[in-house]
């Protein structure tokens, strides 16, 4: 099977939030209250109960007094995927062969540590500590099925199909360099830009920590094999968070 990606285009994006809400509906996650942050961006963040939120950028100008960007944020299926990578439990997170990155709740054991190999940030943990983000709806495009947000979308701005097609319509229409295109071997998540990436609050260069390639290549398959399992574990979550402080790293709701 040829992989398949989303291409987003931040350009006609009109904030409209129907692929927030549909990506919440789908996968019948819960409403969560909110408070007005400033901003008319909510929630601010990614939570564990929003797997693609809509960032809204305010950008002031001279001519118009200020501009608004909307942007996507979610998982961006990575080809070379640090999540993946730091993982120690087996099946946890796994690829689909539409190359999306998707979970298994039940294989999770809450550790945590995916969040801290994710370049994006994009792990989040829900009530029980288990992984919660976008899986490129892997139930639907397993059926033929467009990813809820994609089919949703009312203007074309998150368009789903094989993903060498989608970078080559983005090229077609002026977008020389398209964002994703051959960073971590390629990413599933596909941006075209008109203007910088860094406006809409991307990641530039997005790459893996150099101390999850090597726990990933010497101590992961240590654990796997049972020889000295926890103190590899032990070790992996000592370089991601450092040593034990009162405070635990969590990022519930
Ligand atoms: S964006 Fe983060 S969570 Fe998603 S596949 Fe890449 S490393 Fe994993
Ligand atoms: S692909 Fe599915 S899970 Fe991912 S953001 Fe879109 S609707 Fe949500
Ligand atoms: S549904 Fe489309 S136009 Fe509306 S916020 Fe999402 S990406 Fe933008």
């Known amino acids: 099977m040829t992989r398949k990606a989303l291409l987003i285009s931040p350009e006609i994006c009109i904030g409209c939030r129907g692929c927030q809400t549909a990506c919440k509906e789908w996968n019948q996650l819960d409403g969560v209250k909110t408070s007005n942050a400033g901003s008319f961006e909510n929630p601010p963040d990614l939570i564990p109960a929003l ?146 990436p860094r406006l809409y609050g991307m990641n530039e260069n997005p790459a893996i920590p150099e101390s999850v390639i090597f726990w990933n290549n010497i101590l992961k398959p240590l654990s796997y094999l049972g020889l000295g399992g926890a103190v590899a574990l032990a070790l992996i979550h000592y370089v991601a968070f450092g040593p034990k402080k009162n405070e635990e790293v969590t990022r519930d709701e």
């Open 51 to 196: 797997y693609n939120r809509i960032r809204y950028v305010e950008v002031p100008t001279e001519a118009e007094g200020q501009r608004w960007l909307f942007v996507s944020q979610r998982c961006m299926h990575c080809g070379d995927a640090g999540c993946m990578k730091i993982c120690p439990a087996p099946g946890a997170l796994y690829k689909t062969p539409e190359g999306a990155v998707a979970f298994s709740k039940e294989k999770c054991i809450g550790c945590k540590l995916c969040v801290t190999a994710c370049p994006f940030d994009v792990p989040r943990y829900d009530k029980d500590g288990k992984i919660s983000k976008c899986h490129l709806c892997s139930d639907r495009i397993s059926q033929g099925l467009p990813p809820a947000c994609a089919k949703v979308c009312p203007t074309g701005a998150i368009r789903y199909g094989e993903r060498d097609d989608l970078i080559a319509s983005a090229k077609k229409t002026g977008h020389e360099k398209v964002y994703g295109e051959m960073d971590l071997t390629g990413l599933g998540a596909l941006y075209a830009f008109k203007d910088a």
